[in-house]
């Protein structure tokens, strides 16, 4: 990724493409959710907060968190 501050339109399918992976692996009963949000959370919180796009979502954590945010439309 780049210093730019807007997301660029591949960054965006990249996240989006991984919301629809994470939302797949929360239908698949062989996958323990609860394991996988952990790891998540560690892997976010290891990596660098800044750089940020305007807006606040910080851009080393996006694709993560696009993952989680998958999973969160399928489970509470």
Same mark, same amino acid.
């Given at each position: 990724?780049?210093?730019? &501050? =807007? =997301?660029?339109?591949?960054?965006? +399918? !990249?996240?989006?493409? %991984?919301?629809?992976? +994470? /939302?797949?692996l929360?239908?698949n009963?062989?996958? #323990? =959710? #609860?394991?996988?949000? /952990?790891d998540?959370q560690?892997l =976010?919180?290891?990596?660098? #907060?800044e750089p940020?796009?305007?807006? +606040? &979502?910080? /851009?080393?954590?996006?694709a993560?968190e696009? %993952?989680l #945010? +998958? !999973?969160? /439309? !399928?489970?509470p």
């Amino acid at each position: 990724m780049s210093d730019e &501050k =807007i =997301i660029t339109p591949f960054e965006l +399918g !990249v996240c989006s493409a %991984l919301m629809l992976v +994470g /939302k797949a692996l929360a239908l698949n009963p062989n996958v #323990d =959710i #609860d394991q996988l949000k /952990k790891d998540a959370q560690a892997l =976010i919180a290891a990596l660098p #907060d800044e750089p940020a796009w305007e807006g +606040g &979502k910080r /851009k080393h954590q996006a694709a993560v968190e696009s %993952l989680l #945010d +998958g !999973v969160a /439309k !399928v489970l509470p």
